[in-house]
């Protein structure tokens, strides 16, 4: 039953409409109207050019042609511009219709809204960069090492310190930094916080 619930709600937040061969819509669904802010009414038979931005526009008739004249489903992502203007970003996976008579009599679009998951790429992106700037100019050195204790960071300010560059301390033990009388005792430490927390 949760099961069933689950794919009920994901269904519920596809994005669904479809297009006749002049790219007009015939058909808007809930998911649509929320995510534009637009009435199926406002905009059955309308083209959904009216919603493309216009920077967006050549690429997406590429490939509303392309659907339509060859018939090969594929994936897209562009913005949709809402009611008040702003932008809206989609993921679609696209799919002809044919007729009886076996044209294309329309095509299909069932997309996610993802704009939230790009803004917080775009903004993971950014705190990276931020990260690496702060961790680039630092005056200490800073050495970070993954589970295994092999060195996945090693700044300009390590290099100085240690007499390494990046690319000779990357991905090699940790042990190549401590001198040869305490690695035993440094593993072992290691080890207690790894089993210790």
Known sequence: EETAVSILDAAASLLVVVLDRDARILSFNAACERATGFTA????GEPVWRLIPDDQLPDVEAVFRELRD??????HENDWLTKSGA??????SNTAARDPSGSIGRV?????????????EVRQRE????????VHSAMDAIVSVDEAQRIVLFNPAAEKMFGHT????LHQPLDMLIP?????????????????G
């Open 41 to 44: 009414d406002e905009l059955i």
């Open 70 to 75: 060859a018939g090969r489903s594929n994936l």
């Open 87 to 92: 932008r809206c970003r989609i993921a679609w």
């Open 108 to 120: 299909i679009g069932t997309g996610i809204d993802v704009t939230e998951l790009r803004a917080s």
């Open 127 to 134: 705190s990276e960069s931020r990260l690496a700037g702060i």
């Open 166 to 169: 990046s690319a000779e301390g």
């Open 180 to 196: 040869e009388r305490f690695r035993a005792e440094h593993r072992a430490h290691v080890e207690r916080f790894a089993r210790s």
